[in-house]
C-alpha cells in the first residue's frame, strides 16, 4: 500500500521542529498510514539483507534508518490514543497491536537479519568506530538475542503466536480501565455531602456532572491509583467510603470491563514465553536488561525497606486513631479515613494545612516562575509559548525551548487537565526523537490530570500535584536535553529501572528557596507562601512516610509475585492471590491498601512496566544521592547543571546507566539518603 502525498505521516513534517501537522490529522488517516509503514519498513529491511557484505553502515545504521514513517505514525497515535481517545481510536488501537508484534517479530526474529547483525557484533573492533557507535552494536545485537533470535524455527513461531495474543489482550486491558474508571466515577445529590471542598472544587464537580448530563448534581471522578485526592477534605465519612471502595473496583467487577480474566491470560502468557525464552519466568527474563540484573537483587533491597514502612505505617495508623478519638469518632480508622485524618495530624503536629497552600499553587505561575524558572538556573533554556503551533488537542500547549545561546533546543507541549478520553495518571510521551543522524531535535509531551477549574477560575494545585508537574517535567528534561547520534538512544531510551531517576531529581527543586519564592504566591494577592509553612514542611519531611512506602511497596510486590509464577502455575483467585502476596511480604495492613490493584494496574498490564514497577524506588536510591551530590557542591548553578547536563541527561541511553551514574557522581550510589529520606533508618 502507498499512501497518497495528501496524507500528513507520508513524509516528515514541515513544521517547525517536525511537529506533526495535528490540523490536518484525522481518525481515517491512521490505518492506511500503518499499513503502508509496516510494508514501507519490510522493503527497507529486504534492501539490507541484499546490500552486501555486513557492515556497520549498511546493517546497523541502516536498522536506524528505517522504519521512520511508521515511527511517526506510531508516535502520534498512541500519544493521542492515551490523552484523547475515543471509539474510533480504540478500535484502530485494537486492530493494529497485534499486527504491530507481528511485525516487530518480523524484524527480530528474521534469522538472515539477524545473522548480519551477529556478524556486525562478532566483527565490531574491526570498523573503528567510536564509543557510542560501539555501544548501539551491542545494544542491538542484544535487543535481537532478548527478542528470541535465536530461537529454532518452531520456537520463533510459537513466540510470535504468544506475542500477538499479549498484545492484543494489553490493549484490551487498558480499553477496559478507561470505560470502568469513567463508569465508576461517584455521582453526590447535594452540595451539602460535599463539606470540606472549597468552591473551585465542588464548581469543578457539577461541572463533571453536567458534561455527563446530570445537571445539578456533582460527580467525584476516579483516578488511576487508590483512593482520590478528594478523601484528605470531605468530611462526609460514608461519601469518602463510597469513593475509596468505587476506586478498588476498577476492572475488578463483573461486568463488560471486568480485567481480572484478561490479567490472569496475561501473567500465564508471559510466564509461557519466557519458558520458551529459557528462563524461569516474566521476571527474571525482564530484568536480564535491567540495572538490578536479576528479582533477587530487586526482593532483596525492597526487603530491606519493608519491615520500617510497615512498622512506621502502623505507627502512622495509632495517631490517627487519636485523633479520631479526639474528634469524638467512634469508629476504627479505615482506608477511607486515611488522608482525612492525616491532614489533621499534620495540621496539630506541624502547622501544616495542605488545603490552605492551595492558593499559593497556581498552575501557570507554578509552570513559568516555579518549572519553567528552575529549570532555565540549572541549565540556561527558556521557554516561550508559541500558540501559531497546533496541538493534538486544544487543551495541549505548545512551548519552543531554546538553550541559553539562542540556539534551538526543541518544543515542549503540556497537556494538564483532566478529561474522560485521557487516560489515568501523568507521563511523558515523545513526538520526535533527538538524533544526529536524522537531524532531528526533539519534541516532548507531558499529560497531567489536573482537575479542570470553571471557565474564568484559577487552576489551584494541591501539593502532590505540584509534586507531579516538577517530576514529569523531570522526564520531558531527559527528552529536550538529550545530544545523541542514533535514535534508538534518545532522551529517555535508557534502562526501565533507571528512566525515573532524572524526574525524581528534579522534584527537589519545589521546595528549593529560590525556587519556590519565585512561584508559590497567592494568586489574589501575591503574598509568598509564609516562610512558617515551608520550614514546618521540611520539618514535616518523613511524615506520613510509612503509608506512602508500604503503599507503594505492595503494589511492586505484587508486579513481582505476578511475573516471578512459573509457566506450570495455575491462579483462578486474583483477589487471594493479592491478599497471599502482600501477606508473605509482611505488608498486610487494612488502613494501607496497595497504591494500585491488579485490575487497574496498567503499569504492569498495559503499559512498560512488568516486572519492573520496582524501579521508582530503585531510581530512588540514585536520585535521594543525586540530591545531596547538588545540595553539597551549591545547590542551583549552571556549573552544577552543565555537569548533570553533560555527564547524565544529554547521553540519554548512549552509555551504559550506571556507568553513566559514576561518571556523574564518581561513584556508585548509597543507599543511606534513600532510607533518610523515607523515614526509615
Known amino acids: 500500500m502507498t499512501l497518497t502525498p495528501e496524507s500528513p505521516f507520508a513524509d516528515r513534517s514541515s513544521l517547525a521542529y517536525e511537529l506533526p501537522p495535528f490540523e490536518l490529522i484525522r481518525d481515517e488517516h491512521y490505518l492506511p498510514a500503518f499499513y503502508a509503514a509496516t510494508e514501507q519498513h519490510l522493503l527497507e529491511l529486504q534492501h539490507i539483507l541484499g546490500s552486501g557484505e555486513a557492515d556497520f553502515e549498511n546493517t546497523i545504521v541502516a536498522l536506524e534508518k528505517s522504519g521512520l514513517m511508521l515511527g511517526r505514525m506510531l508516535m502520534v497515535f498512541f500519544n493521542k490514543s492515551s490523552s484523547d481517545t475515543n471509539e474510533a481510536l480504540d478500535a484502530i488501537e485494537a486492530e493494529i497491536a497485534p499486527k504491530l508484534s507481528a511485525h516487530q517479530d518480523a524484524i527480530y526474529l528474521n534469522p538472515e537479519l539477524f545473522a548480519r547483525v551477529s556478524e556486525v557484533h562478532a566483527r565490531v573492533s574491526e570498523f573503528g568506530l567510536d564509543a557510542e557507535a560501539t555501544w548501539l552494536v551491542e545494544r542491538t545485537y542484544r535487543r535481537f538475542v532478548l527478542a528470541g533470535a535465536q530461537l529454532s524455527a518452531d520456537d520463533r513461531t510459537a513466540l510470535m503466536a504468544l506475542n500477538e495474543q499479549l498484545s492484543v489482550l494489553e490493549t484490551e486491558f487498558g480499553q477496559n480501565l478507561l470505560a470502568d474508571t469513567n463508569d465508576l466515577g461517584v455521582l453526590v445529590d447535594t452540595v451539602e455531602e460535599l463539606a470540606g471542598l472549597d468552591e473551585n472544587q465542588i464548581a469543578a464537580c457539577a461541572a463533571a456532572a453536567a458534561d455527563r448530563g446530570h445537571e445539578g448534581k456533582y460527580l467525584i471522578g476516579m483516578v488511576n491509583f487508590t483512593g482520590n485526592p478528594m478523601l484528605a477534605e470531605l468530611t462526609n465519612r460514608p461519601l469518602r467510603e463510597r469513593i475509596m471502595k468505587a476506586s478498588m473496583l476498577k476492572g475488578g467487577r463483573d461486568n463488560d470491563h471486568d480485567n481480572r480474566p484478561v490479567l490472569l491470560k496475561i501473567v500465564k502468557l508471559r510466564a509461557q514465553r519466557a519458558k520458551l525464552l529459557g528462563v524461569a519466568n516474566h521476571a527474571e527474563q525482564v530484568l536480564l536488561d535491567q540495572t538490578a540484573g536479576k528479582p533477587e537483587n530487586v526482593h532483596a533491597m525492597l526487603k530491606q525497606i519493608a519491615p520500617a514502612a510497615n512498622r512506621n505505617a502502623r505507627a502512622e495508623a495509632a495517631a490517627l486513631q487519636q485523633a479520631i478519638v479526639e474528634d469524638g469518632g467512634n469508629f476504627e480508622l479505615e482506608s477511607w479515613d486515611w488522608d482525612l485524618y492525616s491532614e489533621r495530624v499534620r495540621l496539630a503536629k506541624y502547622n501544616i494545612d495542605t488545603a490552605a497552600m492551595k492558593p499559593y499553587f497556581e498552575l501557570e505561575r507554578t509552570l513559568q516562575d516555579g518549572v519553567f524558572f528552575a529549570a532555565t538556573k540549572l541549565f540556561g533554556i527558556t521557554f516561550s509559548e508559541r500558540a501559531d503551533l497546533v496541538a493534538y488537542h486544544p487543551e495541549a500547549r505548545v512551548f519552543e525551548v531554546h538553550n541559553e545561546d539562542g540556539s534551538a533546543l526543541g518544543l515542549f507541549i503540556g497537556d494538564f487537565f483532566t478529561r474522560d478520553s485521557k487516560r489515568g495518571g501523568a507521563w511523558m510521551n515523545n513526538l520526535v526523537d533527538q538524533n544526529h543522524l536524522l537531524g532531528q531535535l526533539p519534541v516532548v509531551v507531558n499529560n497531567l490530570n489536573i482537575p479542570k477549574p470553571p471557565v474564568g477560575e484559577p487552576a489551584l494545585l494541591t501539593f502532590d500535584e505540584v509534586n507531579t508537574l516538577f517530576h514529569e517535567f523531570g522526564h520531558a528534561l531527559h527528552g529536550l536535553l538529550s545530544n545523541v547520534t542514533y535514535p534508538t538512544f534518545s532522551g529517555t531510551s535508557v534502562h526501565r529501572d533507571f528512566v525515573e531517576f532524572p524526574s525524581q531529581v528534579n522534584e527537589m527543586w519545589i521546595l528549593w528557596p529560590e525556587v519556590l519564592s519565585n512561584y508559590a504566591k497567592h494568586h489574589e494577592t501575591g503574598e509568598a507562601l509564609p516562610q512558617e509553612w515551608v520550614d514546618n514542611l521540611h520539618a514535616a519531611a518523613t511524615f506520613n512516610e510509612g503509608h506512602a512506602t508500604s503503599s507503594y511497596l505492595e503494589a511492586a510486590v505484587l508486579d513481582l509475585a505476578w511475573h516471578t509464577l512459573g509457566a506450570e502455575a495455575e491462579v483462578t483467585d486474583v483477589e487471594g492471590f493479592e491478599a497471599k502476596a502482600i501477606a508473605d511480604y509482611g505488608l498486610e495492613f487494612a488502613p494501607v491498601p496497595t497504591r494500585y490493584r491488579s485490575t487497574y494496574f496498567s503499569h504492569i498490564f498495559a503499559g ?61 550510589a548509597s543507599i543511606e539518603p534513600l532510607l533518610k529520606r523515607r523515614g526509615l533508618n
Open 608 to 668: 512498560g512496566y512488568a516486572a519492573g514497577y520496582y524501579g521508582y524506588i530503585w531510581s530512588e536510591v540514585l536520585d535521594a544521592d543525586t540530591v545531596d551530590w547538588f545540595k553539597a557542591n551549591g545547590g542551583l548553578t549552571r556549573a552544577n547543571g552543565d555537569h548533570f547536563r553533560n555527564e547524565l541527561l544529554s547521553r540519554g541511553g548512549s552509555l551504559d546507566s550506571m556507568q553513566m551514574y559514576r561518571n556523574f557522581r564518581g561513584a556508585d
